[in-house]
């Protein structure tokens, strides 16, 4: 009778389930990437996670912020890793504004480690104004909040394409196979051999972007690895417990003459 | 209740006892008989309760790093995630423990529809938890709008307009409950604040469930009054403990696949986009465990029509226990309410289904079906099938056969006293 019943649930949901592309027709579904840090026990590329940065870090930052970043999370296990001391020299880098000092003024200073990451525009208006009326939002969580992730990231940054006949685009708008809509104030910033490698890459759109993604996909989920070898270890331990608690719990049981 | 009185042993504790009777309760607690025959549907009491310790903890955590205030509060939150040690643990304990809890609440309500423990003697059971569950979804609403996301500040306008819906007074209601004239800064200050006071509501409550639980006994999964202590139970510890606890380290076992490895698939992406009075997120949709409800409101084209209607499908489950006609408490006996279950578990799990989608086309019609077979179920299914169906027959007690040809729960009752 349950079995049964269970079934005709399972059923209905198939049934359910396949009215689903009625809703969802016009979208594109995002490409999808084998990231190292999907699965169980993903971890980051920390080379790519290194590149990610330069690529945020040259052609990204000029008008995405990243507030929630600290320069010291560059260097934090995990992440990117940069070595101490190139924390200290990306962190410097920058011109942070600080005070008021004793006499009440503000003023500027080098970075330091422990400063946030430095964002381009004062606030959302200026960014926004800066930008034809559209605010390019804040980085820091970016692959948290957009649905399908780090794919849908990644075919953003390469979906852009020449616009199908029969639509017109506005000034400063530009068409994006996997934009919702389709449009997209964002300009195609990313083409072959922009940025030189440190590490003698060959900088393609295709490797920047997977790059870039990596690094945001860090910047949003920074616990990622922790969080993957921890629970590894939680579930070994719960599964490991539970056995022992299941035995002791037949053995327990096998003075009443019920089954547990 | 167990008879027997308790007396400690030693003298230190005899003092003690008499002046607060603690050791007697624990006493009780732990000689307590309950039937032998409860399955692992069973097991979701003691699952709740550890759900509710496991929010209250590390709740007080979070609220010593979160701060309540419409510009500071999602940046707190990515403060606890970022630079708290273990925040993000900490907070997707919390999150995912949501879901958790009403994932455990779900098969705990479920499984008292399916055995008939909200029968009597057990109503006051019943409207207890039912009380507990109304303060859940009020606790666990008013959490989802803390991080200050697009979908808190969102959700926050869709369930507080529906006060607007009241004749006469609704917009002055509605502001009353805002603080302001639009979700906004005060609004989230007191939700702050009633999400803290919420739980220990529910853990007051919690403690009534369980002492009306102790009055009558455990219902079990063969529905029939059982003669306690007997051979048809088994004393609380260590049989139900050992029970309660293995089967809730499965279900850990569950909660840390979530936490780990999938920590946001419950909740929605564009909470990670901050709050934004401007901008309307193309779909809002509330929690999961909200959505039967939230199918059922956008089901009625009239607004007031909607609120009453989702508020009545929550509340028509109070005057459930007299509803219910039947003299058998469980399903397992009763071969036409079995198949009327079956036909409603499905119609709430498509409520919650159609509750996510968009409320057009297909949708919609799915969801007005379900909701008029939602309170069908209880005002027409229940009370007839109560009083026409032929019931098998059930057993005189857990230990005995089934007794044959008949299906007299008093005789077997009455037979049952004998043993």
């Known amino acids: 009778m349950i079995k049964f019943n269970l079934k005709l649930i399972v059923l209905s949901f198939l049934l359910l389930f396949s009215l689903r592309p009625i809703q969802s027709a016009e979208m594109v579904d995002p490409i999808k990437v084998d990231w190292s840090f999907k699965g169980l026990t993903g971890t980051f590329d920390r080379a790519s996670l290194q590149r990610g940065f330069q690529v945020y870090k040259e052609v990204c930052a000029s008008c995405h912020s990243m507030q929630y970043l600290s320069y010291r999370n560059l260097g934090e296990p995990g992440g990117p890793e940069f070595s101490e001391q190139e924390v200290k020299a990306i962190a410097a880098s920058f011109e942070i504004e600080d005070g008021p000092d004793s006499q009440g003024e503000m003023f500027t200073r080098p970075g330091k480690p422990s400063d946030k990451f430095k964002s381009p525009y004062p606030n959302v208006q200026a960014a926004t104004a800066a930008n034809g009326g559209a605010y390019p939002p804040d980085m820091s969580v970016l692959v948290k909040a957009r649905k399908g992730g780090a794919n849908y990231i990644y075919s953003v940054l390469v979906g852009y394409e020449d616009p199908p006949p029969g639509v017109t685009l506005d000034d400063g708008v530009y068409y994006n196979k996997y934009m919702a809509g389709n449009k997209i104030k964002m300009p195609n910033n990313l083409m072959d051999g922009l940025v030189e490698y440190a590490d003698g890459t060959e900088s393609t759109v295709d490797q920047m972007a997977k790059d870039v993604t990596t690094f945001l996909a860090w910047a949003a989920e920074p616990e990622l690895e922790e969080r993957h070898r921890t629970g590894v270890k939680v579930i070994i331990y719960l599964i490991l417990l539970t056995t022992l608690v299941y035995l002791s719990m037949k053995k327990i049981w096998s003075r009443v003459d019920t089954e547990v | ?419």
């Open chain 2, 1 to 419: 209740m167990s008879e027997h009185e308790y007396v400690p042993k030693s003298k230190a504790g005899k003092w003690f006892n008499d002046r607060l009777p603690l050791l007697t309760l624990g006493a009780h607690l732990t000689d307590y008989p309950t039937p032998k025959n409860l399955n692992y549907w069973w097991t979701f009491g003691g699952i709740l309760t550890f759900c509710l310790i496991t929010q209250i903890v590390t709740g007080i955590v979070l609220a010593m790093h979160y701060v309540a205030h419409a510009d500071l509060a999602f940046a707190s939150v990515e403060h606890i995630m970022r630079d708290v040690n273990y925040g993000w643990l900490i907070r997707y304990i919390h999150s995912n423990g949501a879901s958790m809890f009403f994932l455990a609440v779900y098969i705990h309500i479920f499984r008292s529809l399916f055995y008939g423990s909200y029968k009597s003697p057990r109503e006051v059971i019943w409207i207890i938890g039912l009380m507990i569950y109304l303060l859940m979804m009020a606790a666990a609403f008013m959490g989802y709008v803390l991080p200050w996301g697009q979908m808190s500040f969102w959700g926050a306008t869709v369930i507080t307009n529906l006060f607007s819906a009241i004749p006469l007074v609704g917009d002055s209601i509605t502001t009353w409950l805002w603080g302001a004239y639009s979700v906004d800064n005060p609004t989230l200050n007191r939700f702050f604040s009633l999400h803290y006071l919420i739980p220990f509501l529910i853990l007051g409550l919690v403690v009534l469930h369980i002492w009306a639980l102790h009055v009558p006994g455990n219902n079990n999964p063969v529905g029939i009054d059982i003669k306690k202590p007997s051979k048809d139970t088994v004393p609380f510890h260590p049989y139900i403990t050992i029970k309660d606890a293995f089967a809730l380290l499965v279900f850990m076992i569950i909660f840390a696949g979530f936490v780990f490895f999938t920590p946001n698939v419950l909740g929605h992406s564009d909470n990670y986009i901050p709050a934004n009075p401007l901008v309307t997120p193309a779909h809002i949709v509330p929690e999961w465990y909200l959505l039967p409800f939230y199918a059922i409101l956008r089901s009625v084209p009239d607004k007031l029509g909607g609120v009453i209607l989702m508020f009545g499908a929550i509340f028509i489950l109070f005057v459930l226990p007299w509803l219910d006609t039947s003299k058998v408490r469980s399903a397992v006996f009763r071969p036409i309410y079995r198949q009327f279950y079956w036909i409603f578990v499905l119609d709430v799990l498509m409520l919650g289904y159609v509750g996510a989608m968009p409320a057009e086309g297909i949708y919609l019609v799915l969801a007005r079906v379900g909701t008029i077979y939602y309170f069908a179920h209880f005002i027409i299914v229940m009370p007839v099938v109560g009083l026409l169906e032929k019931t098998d027959p059930i057993p005189m007690s857990i230990s005995e056969p089934v007794l044959t040809g008949g299906a007299e729960p008093s005789l077997a009752r009455k037979v049952n006293d004998k043993v």
